[in-house]
């Protein structure tokens, strides 16, 4: 079955690195994506990384994806407190399944 | 601008009483989509639709109704069915189920059942 686990909670003082890890059940899955929530607002697409990739950045992100593993993460470099948000992972299939959301993670920045 | 709306932004309803949620969006996407949110509980999905006059039942489909007359329409009806409405729902949008440009969503409206 489908399923997208995220650790709830990360905390991290401003300046360090941030990374938020996913792990995913389906190894059928096309791409994958990361999400950010900012309190009362809707999700806003961050980065994706297709099936058959390994890393993809871009500027202070950079997405890993270990396929063996099923293993997803999100590296966000020089956290800043405008980075604290909720982050959720995703994963799509293909044909016309709707994406799956992991639960999200709360990132929390320490001025 | 092309994008998503949903209104309004807070909704407040007395128990019993039926309550439809608005999204229009007017970026030409196929696919439409209704999420809710709890705490800790992540998305869920409600209803989905991926073309006009279709739509299909998500993970949590009851006490909810919906309707695609319109590709730039998606109305949510919570009824009295719903035993728990109080939450953030959200709706979003997409070219079609599964592409690389991921959901469009929109800011959501929250529910508050009294």
């Known amino acids: 079955g489908e399923d997208v686990e995220q650790s709830l909670f990360l905390s991290v003082r401003e300046g360090d690195s941030s990374v938020i890890n996913c792990t995913y059940t389906?190894?059928?899955?096309?791409?994958l994506y990361w999400y950010k929530q900012e309190p009362g607002a809707g999700l806003q697409l961050l980065t994706y990384i297709f099936s058959n990739m390994d890393m993809k950045q871009d500027q202070r992100l950079t997405v890993l994806l270990n396929k063996k593993d099923k293993h997803l993460s999100l590296r966000i470099a020089d956290t800043q407190t405008g980075d604290s948000a909720i982050y959720f992972c995703a994963e799509s299939f293909s044909g016309n399944t709707p994406l799956v959301f992991g639960k999200g993670t709360r990132l929390s920045v320490i001025a | 601008d092309g994008g998503i709306t949903q209104s309004p932004k807070y909704l407040f309803r007395k128990e019993g009483q039926n309550v439809t949620l608005s999204c229009e969006q007017n970026?030409?996407?196929?696919?439409m989509y209704w999420y809710r949110q709890d705490p800790g509980q992540g998305l869920r999905l409600i209803y989905y639709?991926?073309?006009?006059?279709?739509?299909q039942k998500g993970d949590i489909a009851e006490g909810y109704s919906v309707s695609r007359e319109k590709k730039e329409s998606f109305p949510l009806t919570v009824t009295s069915a719903q035993k728990n409405p109080t939450a953030f729902y959200l709706c979003?949008?997409?070219?079609?189920?599964?592409?690389?440009?991921?959901?469009?969503f929109g800011s959501g409206t929250r529910l508050t059942v009294v």
């Open positions: 970026l030409n996407h196929d696919a």
């Open positions: 389906d190894s059928s899955s096309t791409y």
């Open positions: 639709s991926q073309i006009v006059n279709d739509f």
């Open positions: 979003a949008s997409s070219p079609q189920t599964g592409t690389k440009n991921g959901y469009t």
